[in-house]
């Protein structure tokens, strides 16, 4: 419960970034990319903060990586990322679906696999099911997970607020209300 009220909350952050908009109200497309455990830090008092925009890059900006540098942690990076190809919210997107597996399952998702290895994965699309690493999990929770962690980002939520609406309604429908 708690894991999911704290994606939830990154979720409801991530959102809050994707939707900034510049002083005429032109949306800015935000993307992180590079939305991992260790950019979520939850304070004292319980609020959750989503940091370290600083491989951050807006859709509109004229700055581009260069060919051959991969920008982000490898574990939990989109696939159209990894290719080099331009990333939207659902590069987030699919990262958060990556901590939701690992929360789901209590492991790493690519644990044992080096880089190279994690990039073939992720590339051929072989994301194994939560269900296959631990069988108790719900059925609701995989189909949310597998979702935001699907190889084609246009069958991923559309949105931050998407994911976690079903998560709040996963959280409601259950005992995994936590606040």
Same mark, same amino acid.
């Not at 419960?1 to 991530?14: A, F, I, K, P």
């Given at each position: 419960?708690?894991?999911?009220?704290?994606?939830?909350?990154?979720?409801?952050?991530?959102?809050?970034?994707?939707?900034?908009?510049?002083?005429?109200?032109?949306?800015?497309?935000?993307?992180h990319?590079?939305?991992?455990?260790?950019?979520?830090?939850?304070?004292?008092?319980?609020?959750?903060?989503?940091?370290?925009?600083?491989?951050?890059?807006?859709?509109?900006?004229?700055?581009?990586?260069?060919?051959?540098?991969?920008?982000?942690?490898?574990?939990?990076?989109?696939?159209?990322?990894?290719?080099?190809?331009?990333?939207?919210?659902?590069?987030?997107i699919?990262?958060?679906?990556?901590?939701?597996?690992?929360?789901?399952?209590?492991?790493?998702?690519?644990?044992?696999l080096?880089?190279?290895? !994690?990039?073939? #994965? =992720?590339? @051929?699309?072989?994301?194994p099911?939560?269900? /296959?690493? %631990?069988?108790? !999990?719900?059925? #609701? =929770?995989? @189909?949310?997970?597998?979702?935001?962690?699907? /190889?084609? %980002?246009?069958?991923?939520?559309?949105?931050?607020?998407?994911?976690?609406?079903?998560?709040?309604?996963?959280?409601?429908?259950?005992n995994?209300?936590?606040?």
């Amino acid at each position: 419960g708690m894991s999911l009220r704290t994606l939830s909350d990154v979720l409801q952050g991530l959102h809050y970034a994707h939707e900034l908009a510049d002083f005429d109200g032109s949306p800015l497309g935000v993307v992180h990319r590079d939305v991992t455990p260790h950019n979520v830090f939850v304070t004292y008092d319980g609020q959750v903060k989503v940091v370290d925009f600083g491989i951050a890059k807006a859709m509109n900006s004229s700055h581009e990586t260069r060919t051959g540098m991969l920008k982000g942690k490898v574990g939990y990076m989109a696939p159209e990322q990894a290719r080099g190809e331009r990333v939207d919210r659902r590069a987030d997107i699919f990262s958060v679906g990556v901590m939701l597996w690992e929360a789901a399952v209590g492991k790493r998702l690519w644990k044992g696999l080096n880089e190279v290895q !994690i990039l073939h #994965q =992720l590339l @051929a699309g072989e994301i194994p099911s939560p269900r /296959s690493m %631990r069988p108790d !999990i719900s059925s #609701q =929770l995989e @189909a949310i997970i597998m979702k935001a962690v699907a /190889s084609d %980002r246009e069958r991923r939520h559309a949105t931050a607020l998407e994911l976690q609406g079903e998560l709040e309604d996963l959280m409601d429908s259950g005992n995994e209300r936590a606040t």
